[in-house]
């Protein structure tokens, strides 16, 4: 039961990061063809897309959550590790899990907040584009929900390298 709940943590972490890839080169697209367009609108036809700058601007959010849950999964981010190489090999085990519990706890957090933030904004609507201001917190939840499910395959790698009865 526990190898069949990791290897399942592991495919939906897997299949849940190569769809945020996805998604990520589709917003990189979106917004390079954007920035492009309104240049060319601003001084080639003298005419500005009032609605270019929000949208940008909400797909940089979209962006950056996403891209930092990619980024985890990817083990992209900088980490000061000076001390922790310091360690012997079952102690860095030890706090190697310390830490996927720490990220679990604060992508949860994460997620939650985006969720109440994106309930509380609902009936707000943005300015010039008049959707639902949801819409762009709601990367909060989702880039933290990512999160989530990457800390937990993590979580339970680290976990099946801690091996009972050695001495730290």
Same mark, same amino acid.
């Given at each position: 039961?526990? #190898?069949?709940?990791?290897?399942? #943590?592991?495919?939906?972490?897997?299949?849940?990061?190569?769809?945020?890839?996805?998604?990520?080169?589709?917003?990189?697209?979106?917004?390079?063809?954007?920035?492009?367009?309104? @240049?060319?609108?601003?001084? @080639?036809?003298?005419?500005?897309?009032?609605?270019?700058?929000?949208?940008?601007?909400?797909?940089?959010?979209?962006?950056?959550? *996403?891209?930092?849950? @990619?980024?985890?999964?990817?083990?992209?981010?900088?980490?000061?590790?000076?001390?922790?190489?310091?360690?012997?090999?079952?102690?860095?085990? *030890?706090?190697? !899990?310390?830490?996927?519990? @720490?990220?679990?706890?604060?992508?949860?957090?994460?997620?939650?907040?985006?969720?109440?933030?994106?309930?509380? #904004?609902?009936?707000?609507?943005?300015?010039?584009?008049?959707? =639902?201001?949801?819409? =762009?917190?709601?990367?909060?939840?989702?880039?933290?929900?990512?999160? !989530?499910?990457?800390?937990?395959?993590?979580?339970?790698?680290?976990?099946?390298?801690?091996?009972?009865?050695?001495?730290?």
């Amino acid at each position: 039961m526990d #190898v069949v709940m990791n290897d399942l #943590v592991l495919k939906i972490s897997d299949r849940l990061n190569k769809w945020a890839e996805y998604l990520m080169i589709g917003l990189m697209a979106s917004i390079s063809l954007l920035i492009f367009t309104q @240049v060319i609108f601003r001084y @080639v036809f003298n005419y500005s897309l009032f609605w270019s700058e929000e949208l940008g601007r909400y797909t940089l959010i979209w962006i950056t959550f *996403i891209g930092a849950s @990619v980024g985890f999964k990817k083990k992209g981010h900088v980490g000061v590790d000076f001390l922790y190489n310091t360690f012997s090999s079952q102690v860095k085990d *030890i706090l190697t !899990v310390f830490s996927d519990f @720490v990220i679990l706890t604060l992508a949860l957090i994460l997620t939650i907040y985006g969720v109440n933030l994106s309930r509380f #904004v609902h009936m707000q609507s943005s300015a010039a584009l008049l959707i =639902p201001m949801s819409i =762009p917190y709601s990367a909060i939840a989702i880039g933290g929900f990512l999160t !989530v499910f990457h800390s937990l395959s993590f979580l339970f790698e680290d976990i099946k390298r801690l091996k009972p009865g050695k001495r730290i």
